[in-house]
């Protein structure tokens, strides 16, 4: 049987949520283990102290507020997953790319730190209408991440930009420095291409003058203005 | 080994759980240190006196899963514990072909824990003699 476009994008609409939302489980995961390590030691402490040990007032408070500060990250995650999970029944009507925009950098930061990527962004101060599904957004910030990524390789800066254009709102992704022996990651470009196709976006990507490598996703301004061109 | 000899290497780029870990381990008596990356794992076992090194797979590079192979080709009779996440003992697994001792999931308990590096430093001990 031959997959149709519409299997293969929720094929990949699925892998999407399941790397996202392993990803964030993972990283809740740390927080639940760095908490146990905390109360742990809050415990071998008062233990020792039953003993006869004396005990620090001052160094117990100090571990308590370490325990806060891990279940406030932790908060962070499970609205950051709660925001994600509900992405997908959000239907209809704009999406504010700017939000989107932040909420994927935000969720895409473990994978930038596993490779050694600092990310940074220059956003709008106000919402940026995107007459786009909030899934598919945030899978588009994604994917463009990922490329930007792949191209880049480790050790390296990006800038993420989102900005209104007379065209229709742009997503823009730019390395901070020159880069060389930059080849695209085949499957992961051709992720990406479908999913801008899709959207009647126009995507764009390769060194620019310097050696710079820069990735631009052109959006439309309506859902039937659509451009649909790729390439790079 | 008894556990006052023990000298634990703690390898997790969480640094409030390296930290936190570490003086639990050495309430108990273990000579226990951390670092949080592979880098500074493999320079601290360079350095040597590591009876057992516990290592968190997903770290950036090097991983936990390089930093076992170096364990495994330079100085085999370091002990490697791996620790993972749930859902990733496919690494785990990986982990074990390469020569790790054992493997546990993070949250652990400390008790299970320290016995889990006593049995790996032993049955490297036994190997060293054989």
Same mark, same amino acid.
């Given at each position: 049987?031959?997959?149709?476009?519409?299997?293969?994008?929720?094929?990949?609409?699925?892998?999407?949520?399941?790397?996202?939302?392993?990803?964030?489980?993972h990283e809740l995961n740390n927080v639940f283990a760095t908490?146990?390590?905390?109360?742990?030691?809050?415990?071998?402490?008062?233990?020792?102290?039953?003993?006869?040990?004396?005990?620090?007032?001052?160094?117990?408070?100090?571990?308590?507020?370490?325990?806060?500060?891990q279940?406030?990250r932790g908060?962070? /995650?499970?609205?950051?997953?709660?925001?994600?999970?509900?992405?997908?029944?959000?239907?209809?009507?704009?999406?504010?790319?700017?939000?989107?925009?932040?909420?994927?950098?935000?969720?895409?930061?473990?994978?930038?730190?596993?490779?050694?990527?600092?990310?940074?962004? @220059? &956003?709008?101060?106000?919402?940026?209408?995107?007459?786009?599904?909030?899934?598919?957004?945030?899978? &588009?910030?994604?994917?463009?991440?990922?490329?930007? @990524?792949?191209?880049?390789?480790?050790?390296? /800066?990006?800038?993420? /930009?989102?900005?209104?254009?007379?065209?229709?709102?742009?997503?823009?992704?730019?390395?901070?420095?020159?880069?060389?022996?930059?080849?695209?990651?085949?499957?992961?470009?051709?992720?990406?291409?479908?999913?801008?196709?899709?959207?009647?976006?126009?995507?764009?990507?390769?060194?620019?003058?310097?050696?710079?490598?820069?990735?631009? @996703?052109?959006?439309?301004?309506?859902?039937?203005?659509?451009?649909?061109?790729?390439?790079? | 080994? !008894?556990?006052?000899?023990?000298?634990?290497?703690?390898?997790d780029d969480e640094?409030e759980l =390296?930290?936190?870990?570490?003086?639990?381990?050495?309430? *108990?008596?273990?000579?226990?240190?951390? =670092?949080?990356?592979? !880098? #500074?794992?493999? #320079? *601290?076992?360079?350095?040597?006196?590591?009876?057992?090194?516990?290592?968190d =797979?997903k770290?950036?590079?090097?991983?936990?899963?390089? =930093?076992?192979?170096?364990?495994?080709?330079?100085?085999?009779?370091?002990?490697?514990?791996?620790?993972?996440g749930?859902? !990733?003992?496919?690494?785990?697994?990986?982990?074990? *072909?390469?020569?790790?001792?054992?493997?546990?999931?993070k949250p652990?308990?400390?008790? #299970?824990?320290?016995?889990?590096?006593?049995?790996?430093?032993?049955?490297?001990?036994?190997? !060293?003699?054989?």
């Open positions: 049987m031959t997959d149709t476009p519409d299997t293969a994008g929720r094929d990949r609409g699925c892998a999407f949520f399941g790397t996202v939302t392993a990803g964030l489980s908490i146990n390590e905390l109360s742990g030691l809050l415990g071998d402490l008062a233990a020792a102290g039953q003993r006869g040990r004396p005990m620090d007032p001052q160094r117990l408070e100090s571990i308590s507020h370490r325990i806060s500060v279940v406030e908060q962070h /995650q499970t609205k950051r997953l709660n925001r994600f999970a509900h992405s997908v029944d959000e239907r209809g009507g704009h999406t504010d790319l700017n939000t989107v925009s932040q909420e994927a950098l935000a969720l895409f930061e473990r994978v930038a730190r596993l490779r050694k990527v600092e990310l940074e962004s @220059v &956003l709008p101060d106000g919402p940026l209408p995107t007459p786009t599904e909030p899934f598919e957004l945030y899978q &588009l910030v994604w994917r463009s991440l990922e490329v930007a @990524v792949g191209i880049v390789g480790e050790k390296s /800066q990006l800038e993420l /930009q989102a900005r209104p254009t007379a065209d229709g709102p742009e997503l823009r992704i730019a390395s901070g420095h020159p880069v060389s022996n930059a080849a695209p990651p085949t499957e992961l470009v051709s992720a990406l291409q479908e999913l801008v196709a899709k959207l009647g976006g126009q995507l764009s990507f390769g060194p620019k003058p310097g050696g710079m490598f820069c990735l631009t @996703v052109l959006l439309p301004k309506s859902p039937t203005s659509g451009m649909g061109e790729v390439g790079p | 080994m !008894s556990v006052d000899q023990l000298r634990v290497l703690v390898v640094q =390296v930290d936190a870990l570490v003086e639990r381990l050495q309430l *108990r008596g273990i000579e226990a240190e951390g =670092v949080t990356t592979g !880098s #500074a794992a493999l #320079a *601290r076992l360079e350095a040597g006196g590591v009876d057992v090194v516990l290592l =797979v770290m950036p590079a090097p991983g936990g899963l390089d =930093v076992l192979r170096k364990v495994s080709e330079r100085w085999p009779n370091v002990a490697a514990v791996l620790v993972t749930h859902g !990733s003992t496919q690494d785990a697994e990986t982990g074990m *072909r390469l020569g790790a001792s054992e493997y546990i999931m652990f308990d400390i008790d #299970a824990l320290v016995g889990t590096m006593l049995k790996a430093a032993d049955a490297k001990g036994a190997q !060293s003699r054989d």
